[in-house]
């Protein structure tokens, strides 16, 4: 089956940048629909940011204008790249694609924004 891992969290200071990676595996097929979401403790999942087919790009109201969803698709990668951090972005962060009708999430990684 397919397999995500995303990269790239870390503890930053408010303000700061960080940009995730996420890489797909074990599959054939190319990547066309890529998504982001974030879960913050004792909140829901939601999502952050997504790129579908033809460039289509959609983002949460709270990151628009400081985030940012890119692929590459020779590499099977998709980036989430995040500018101007504040706090309330700490969360885990995950990544989705769908293949052959099926969603794959991957393991998550921690951004953790101090003030």
């Known amino acids: 089956q397919v397999q995500l891992v995303e990269s790239g969290g870390g503890l930053v200071q408010a303000g700061g940048s960080l940009r995730l990676s996420c890489t797909a595996s074990?599959?054939?097929?190319?990547?066309?629909?890529w998504g982001w979401y974030r879960q913050a403790p004792g909140t829901e999942r939601e999502l952050v940011a997504g790129?579908?087919?033809?460039?289509?790009?959609k983002y949460a109201e709270s990151v628009k204008g400081r985030f940012t969803v890119s692929r590459d698709n020779a590499k099977k990668m998709s980036f989430l790249q995040m500018n101007d951090l504040k706090v309330e972005d700490t969360a885990v962060y995950y990544c989705?694609?769908?293949?052959?009708?099926?969603?794959?999430w991957g393991q998550g990684t921690q951004v953790t924004v101090s003030s």
């Open positions: 989705s694609a769908p293949v052959r009708g099926r969603s794959y």
């Open positions: 074990k599959t054939i097929y190319s990547i066309d629909h």
């Open positions: 790129l579908y087919a033809g460039g289509t790009t």
